[in-house]
């Protein structure tokens, strides 16, 4: 059973703030040339106008988009924020690299699961699991997503609370997904809300970079 700790909860809340300053965010040394206007963790460049990316790829997940404002709700920031503190990241939170990938694959899926025998393999990852599972692609702008019991466990037995929320919420987001769509470099899922959507950044162009 997952065990739930409340660590830190003031600098926590910093993460969703705009009046106090992010843990690592001060003036950095002279040698370092990190933006201090940018949360070290949560940023993602979300205005590329490039062409439209395919489906089948690698993704980072940005967050739940409110539908009406635009606005990315602070549940993952705040796990993202969790995670890499109590990693050992609250001094240096630029070097905090923990992608909340998704990569979906143009192979069968390969596992044990029945109910995906004939789709398409993917892999996802939280801060406490990585599925291996499926998906499929039923027309242009549909798809659905099996979360299975096939995973691979953190060492880890502990958890923060905003970990859990944001495991829950976002394996239920893919769970109930009906339809996609891809602008630039983005990728949405709309899902079984009438609020949110899930929005993801490929991680291709990084990778090319790097």
């Known amino acids: 059973m997952k065990k739930a ?21 001060e003036h950095p040394p002279e040698e370092q040339v990190h933006p201090v206007d940018k949360d070290p963790v949560c940023h993602f460049d979300l205005t590329s106008e490039e062409d439209d990316y395919e489906l089948l790829g690698e993704w980072e997940f940005v967050g739940f988009q409110d539908l009406k404002s635009g606005e990315i709700s602070g549940y993952t920031c705040l796990a ?45 990852i939280t801060h406490s ?7 499929q692609i039923f027309n ?3 798809l659905h997503f099996q979360i299975g019991e096939e995973h691979i466990k953190s060492d880890r037995n502990i958890y923060t609370f905003p970990e859990i929320d944001h495991h829950d919420n ?27 959507r899930m929005v993801f950044i490929s991680m291709m162009k990084n990778k090319e970079e790097g």
């Not at 700790?5 to 965010?25: N, W």
């Not at 905090?96 to 990569?103: A, H, K, T, V």
Request: aromatic share 16%.
């Open 170 to 196: 976002y394996v239920h987001g893919l769970e109930n997904t009906t339809r996609f769509e891809t602008e630039a470099n983005r990728l949405y899922f709309y899902y079984d809300s009438d609020k949110y």
């Open 140 to 142: 242009a702008d549909s």
């Open 80 to 124: 993202r924020w969790a995670h890499a503190i109590i990693s050992g990241y609250e001094n240096n939170p630029w070097d905090y690299d923990y992608p909340l990938f998704l990569n979906l694959r143009d192979v069968a899926y390969s596992g044990n699961d029945p109910a995906c025998q004939g789709w398409l393999q993917m892999e996802t």
């Open 129 to 135: 699991t990585h599925y291996i599972a499926c998906f």
């Open 5 to 25: 700790i409340a660590i830190m909860p003031i600098v926590l809340l910093l993460a969703c703030s705009d009046d106090i300053t992010l843990p690592g965010a």
